[in-house]
């Protein structure tokens, strides 16, 4: 009766328990899925319900068998993924035993440097394996996770520099976060090599932005002694170039400054990050 009254008060055509998993029972006594829909239907003797009840058997299994299927293919892509690192990790370990074979300091910098890049897009394998999103990452965990591995392989510890990352719990599709991620990378490793030449201390801050209009910021500067334009291109050509090419890729708009230490600005106006999911 209280169904009914329910019913009643709001009269429209609608699926019975929406939320539920209704079974039928057919003459024989056994049970199948079913669909039931109510329609109100008033008559001369007052008002009826109609319920028309549909055996979803067919459907029921059709949707057991989508999901086994996109189970796998679940399954078979955080295997790619895991496989895809794996073989990043090679090659960085590769570059490593060979750089321990060459005397001349400049060199064994540009195969260290090769290592944090190859390092860079591996860690975006590691956590989509991890990661119960195929598409997306948490881009805020990703960069935390980078940035310690930057400061552990350069030896920062003895000279004092911080780290800040500020926001985080948005989820970044892969083709946005490798491109990013690289640029972090470079930006990063800029500014330990160059921003606090003989200074015993320095921070690195590192933040994400999603803006309520849409589009999403990312910002990564430091407190060294900055740069001028002849100097960023004499310094770090290729990295620079590697930035600019990186941002045409993934349409984001791009302004720096090195006044008051270094600060580059990365604004993708169409890219709306998704919030963190609860795990």
Not at 246 to 264: H, K, M, P, T, Y
Request: proline letters at 4%; one cysteine or more.
């Amino acid at each position: 009766p209280k169904h009914r009254h329910h019913f009643g008060a709001n009269l429209k055509t609608r699926p019975m328990g929406a939320d539920l998993d209704l079974c039928a029972c057919r003459k024989d006594g056994s049970e199948f899925p079913a669909e039931i829909s109510l329609a109100p239907l008033e008559t001369a003797e007052g008002l009826l319900v109609t319920a028309a009840i549909r055996d979803i058997t067919a459907r029921r299994r059709a949707e057991e068998l989508l999901q086994s299927s996109l189970r796998e293919k679940e399954t078979l892509l955080k295997e790619v993924h895991h496989r895809v690192k794996n073989n990043l990790q090679v090659i960085s370990s590769l570059l490593s035993l060979q750089s321990h074979t060459i005397e001349d300091e400049s060199v064994r910098s540009i195969f260290a440097l090769s290592q944090a890049r190859i390092q860079s897009i591996a860690l975006v394998h590691e956590k989509l394996y991890q990661s119960k999103n195929l598409s997306h990452i948490d881009f805020g965990d990703y960069l935390r996770t980078l940035v310690i591995y930057l400061f552990r392989t350069q030896n920062v510890g003895e000279r004092g520099i911080r780290h800040q990352i500020d926001g985080g719990g948005l989820l970044l599709p892969v083709d946005v976060a490798a491109p990013l991620g690289l640029i972090v990378n470079e930006l990063v490793l800029n500014s330990l090599k160059h921003a606090f030449p003989g200074q015993a201390g320095g921070n690195i801050t590192i933040q994400l932005v999603g803006h309520d209009q849409g589009g999403f910021e990312l910002t990564v500067s430091d407190d060294g002694i900055g740069f001028t334009e002849a100097s960023l291109q004499r310094e770090s050509s290729l990295g620079i170039d590697l930035v600019k090419a990186l941002a045409r890729q993934i349409d984001a708009v791009v302004e720096w400054s090195g006044n008051e230490g270094a600060c580059f600005r990365f604004y993708l106006p169409t890219l709306e990050p998704s919030p963190k999911e609860d795990r």
